[in-house]
T-cell receptor, first 114, second 111 residues
Framework: DGGITQSPKYLFRKEGQNVTLSCEQN?????MYWYRQDPGQGLRLIYY???????QKGDIAEGYSVSREKKESFPLTVTSAQKNPTAFYLC?????????????FGPGTRLTVL | GEDVEQSLFLSVREGDSSVINCTYT??????LYWYKQEPGAGLQLLTY?????DMKQDQRLTVLLNKKDKHLSLRIADTQTGDSAIYFC???????????FGAGTILRVKS
């Protein structure tokens, strides 16, 4: 089955710790994205990558970092510099050169910082 | 600037039609989308419309686009309890793959 997976589904961390969220896809998509979802605010773009070894900041990149060493994987690290990290994090992927740019979403990771 | 706005909540009775509205500000948008999110899950693309179209129908879903007013709507005919979810409107900028999402409309279907 082709799809996009995120793990874990729930994650708890103490304040001041870095944490890495996993995102893997086997859809052979070039582009991958990380969004943050807060109640009543919709989705905000953190980082995106159009191709391996390249990525760009989205609208709220401060306090986050990413890497794209493999086409299938786009992990997101939430650093201690992120002032309000508790949120629902969604990863997505799409075919880069597509008119429609349908983004396929993973099931999300809910991060709670205690 | 980029901004997409939606009303936050809609309640309908099972069997009625639902209409979810969205306004956007960027006139250079190429595609506009409707995504559905069920509780605790990711988003699923329901339908999309190209900016040079004014209507698209797909089974129970009808999308209307008024480009002059920058207004997009999603009509769900014969709404079912399984349609209860959050619906997001999104626009694609003229250049690149970036999507800008609205805050989402919570649709509650009463049986």
């Amino acid at each position: 089955d082709g799809g996009i997976t995120q793990s874990p589904k729930y994650l708890f961390r103490k304040e001041g710790q870095n944490v890495t969220l996993s995102c893997e896809q086997n859809l052979n998509h070039d582009a991958m994205y990380w969004y943050r979802q807060d109640p009543g605010q919709g989705l905000r773009l953190i980082y995106y990558s159009q191709i391996v070894n390249d990525f760009q900041k989205g609208d709220i990149a401060e306090g986050y970092s990413v890497s794209r060493e493999k086409k299938e994987s786009f992990p997101l690290t939430v650093t201690s510099a992120q002032k309000n990290p508790t949120a629902f994090y969604l990863c997505a992927s799409s075919i880069a050169a597509s008119f429609v740019n349908e983004q396929f979403f993973g099931p999300g990771t809910r991060l709670t910082v205690l | 600037g980029e901004d997409v706005e939606q009303s936050l909540f809609l309640s309908v009775r099972e069997g009625d039609s639902s209409v979810i509205n969205c306004t956007y500000t960027d006139s250079s948008s190429t595609y506009l989308y409707w995504y559905k999110q069920e509780p605790g899950a990711g988003l699923q693309l329901l339908t999309y419309i190209f900016s040079n179209m004014d209507m698209k129908q797909d089974q129970r879903l009808t999308v209307l686009l008024n480009k002059k007013d920058k207004h997009l709507s999603l009509r769900i005919a014969d709404t079912q309890t399984g349609d209860s979810a959050i619906y997001f409107c999104a626009e694609r900028m003229e250049y690149g793959n970036k999507l800008v999402f609205g805050a989402g409309t919570i649709l509650r279907v009463k049986s």
